[in-house]
């Protein structure tokens, strides 16, 4: 069939909710569909190109989070409309709004992804934790463009249960992003050949990594805080694979350490092979609608260390208590982390049943669930026609 991804930006490789539609868009691809992309920036063969929308004083904010508003131009957006068999909108602004009214208008089947959670958006400006802001928000959300939906792609039940109490009325399907097939032949490999031996540059050294933007709501800054209160902060070497706004603060803040963080933004193959160096995995954000990064680090055998946030879905990774920690506490991380480091037969035996956990997580299975998804659509779009 021919899909077409509705998304304001799509060539970046620093925000997973791109990240979800560049991969989706090549397994697709790969099962036979035609996938183009409508989006801001340069035309190309897969896609519907429209302007790039520059915010007034935010821009700057916008810039640092690798994120662009695409301009509404409903000439590009009809035109793609009408190219395509259906139609997935994955964001809640401007371009999804007109590409879901043109849908409707001409009879096009149209789903919906929820992955902006609203806490995150508003972090950015440190309004995350504000709760009317992010009621509001929701139900912006609901009335301008989800409800118009009958089906909608949640990443975790996590967000599904958001969503559904706050009166969302489409059909919720909960499918994962899904991490690709490298990391877990990595985690197969590792479950075979045991973890490769530590490089000179990490030896007599305990390396604990989070990947991910380095923003506010992520939280580096408890992870680089709770290193004192660990009876190892001699020997830890935090790593943190992402870039963003807080940058400079994290760096400032890393210099109290003995061993300060690395600071690294790699492809994915470099990525893998720092994983296997690595001890420990830490998510300490606290909001997520679901968290690819954490998967795919548990995929390759490493045990998590996740903050247990009320608005985080990541928690619903952790096999059992040991493995989550007081949002927000970097003494409470630093007691798990210690627990772990303490503990490393245990570490090794967790880390293998996380190894076999990440495994309904791949790709392939959540782009199936995704096409079933689209069917079902397609299904319910042509019993309406029929019945108008």
């Given at each position: 069939?021919?899909?077409?991804?509705?998304?304001?930006?799509?060539?970046?490789?620093?925000?997973?909710t791109?990240?979800?539609?560049?991969?989706?868009?090549?397994?697709?691809?790969?099962?036979?569909?035609?996938?183009?992309?409508?989006?801001?920036?340069?035309?190309?063969?897969?896609?519907?190109?429209?302007?790039?929308?520059?915010?007034?004083?935010?821009?700057?904010?916008?810039?640092?989070?690798?994120?662009?508003?695409?301009?509404?131009?409903?000439?590009?957006?009809?035109?793609?409309?009408?190219?395509?068999?259906?139609?997935?909108?994955?964001?809640?602004?401007?371009?999804?709004v007109?590409?879901?009214?043109?849908?409707?208008?001409?009879?096009?089947?149209?789903?919906?992804?929820?992955?902006?959670?609203?806490?995150?958006?508003?972090?950015?400006?440190?309004?995350?934790?504000?709760?009317?802001?992010?009621?509001?928000?929701?139900?912006?959300?609901?009335?301008?463009?989800?409800?118009?939906?009958?089906?909608?792609?949640?990443?975790?039940?996590?967000?599904?249960?958001e969503?559904?109490?706050?009166?969302?009325?489409?059909?919720?399907?909960?499918?994962?992003?899904?991490?690709?097939?490298a990391?877990?032949?990595?985690?197969?490999?590792?479950?075979?050949?045991?973890?490769?031996?530590?490089?000179?540059?990490?030896?007599?050294?305990?390396?604990?990594?989070?990947?991910?933007?380095?923003?506010?709501?992520?939280?580096?800054?408890?992870?680089?805080?709770s290193v004192?209160?660990?009876?190892?902060?001699?020997?830890?070497?935090?790593?943190?694979?992402?870039?963003?706004?807080?940058?400079?603060?994290?760096?400032?803040l890393?210099?109290?350490?003995?061993n300060?963080?690395?600071?690294?933004?790699?492809?994915q193959?470099?990525?893998?092979?720092?994983?296997?160096?690595?001890?420990?995995?830490?998510?300490?954000?606290?909001?997520?609608?679901?968290?690819?990064?954490?998967?795919?680090?548990?995929?390759?055998?490493?045990?998590?260390?996740?903050?247990?946030?009320?608005?985080?879905?990541t928690?619903?990774?952790?096999?059992?208590?040991?493995?989550?920690?007081?949002?927000?506490?970097?003494?409470?991380?630093?007691?798990?982390?210690?627990?772990?480091?303490?503990?490393?037969?245990?570490?090794?035996?967790?880390?293998?049943?996380?190894?076999?956990?990440?495994?309904?997580?791949?790709?392939?299975?959540?782009?199936?669930?995704?096409?079933?998804?689209?069917?079902?659509?397609?299904?319910?779009?042509?019993?309406?026609?029929?019945?108008?």
């Amino acid at each position: 069939m021919r899909i077409l991804f509705v998304i304001d930006t799509y060539d970046t490789n620093n925000n997973g909710t791109s990240i979800s539609a560049q991969r989706f868009a090549a397994e697709l691809r790969r099962r036979g569909h035609e996938v183009k992309i409508l989006t801001s920036g340069e035309p190309g063969e897969d896609r519907f190109a429209l302007p790039t929308y520059k915010m007034p004083i935010f821009q700057p904010l916008m810039d640092k989070h690798n994120f662009n508003f695409a301009y509404s131009e409903k000439k590009t957006i009809r035109e793609a409309v009408e190219w395509a068999d259906i139609i997935h909108c994955f964001l809640p602004f401007a371009i999804e709004v007109e590409a879901k009214r043109y849908a409707d208008k001409i009879g096009k089947p149209s789903t919906a992804a929820f992955h902006i959670q609203p806490q995150n958006l508003w972090s950015s400006v440190g309004l995350g934790k504000v709760d009317w802001i992010q009621n509001g928000t929701y139900r912006s959300f609901r009335t301008f463009l989800y409800n118009k939906f009958r089906h909608v792609h949640a990443p975790s039940q996590f967000m599904a249960d958001e969503i559904k109490k706050r009166g969302y009325t489409a059909k919720i399907h909960v499918i994962s992003n899904g991490i690709q097939d490298a990391f877990l032949e990595t985690g197969h490999l590792v479950h075979q050949q045991g973890r490769p031996a530590k490089s000179s540059e990490f030896e007599g050294k305990i390396p604990i990594i989070m990947i991910g933007r380095l923003s506010q709501e992520k939280r580096q800054d408890v992870i680089i805080n709770s290193v004192q209160y660990s009876k190892y902060a001699d020997k830890i070497q935090l790593i943190f694979a992402g870039k963003g706004p807080e940058y400079d603060r994290y760096v400032e803040l890393g210099k109290q350490l003995k061993n300060p963080p690395q600071f690294v933004y790699l492809e994915q193959q470099k990525l893998i092979d720092l994983l296997l160096q690595c001890d420990l995995y830490v998510h300490a954000s606290d909001m997520e609608s679901e968290a690819i990064s954490c998967i795919e680090a548990f995929a390759t055998g490493l045990v998590p260390v996740i903050a247990n946030s009320e608005v985080s879905a990541t928690p619903q990774f952790a096999l059992d208590g040991r493995s989550l920690f007081k949002p927000g506490s970097p003494k409470d991380l630093a007691r798990a982390i210690d627990y772990w480091l303490d503990h490393p037969n245990e570490r090794e035996y967790m880390g293998e049943l996380y190894r076999v956990a990440a495994k309904k997580y791949s790709l392939a299975n959540s782009v199936r669930m995704f096409e079933e998804m689209l069917n079902e659509e397609i299904e319910d779009n042509a019993k309406q026609s029929v019945q108008v």
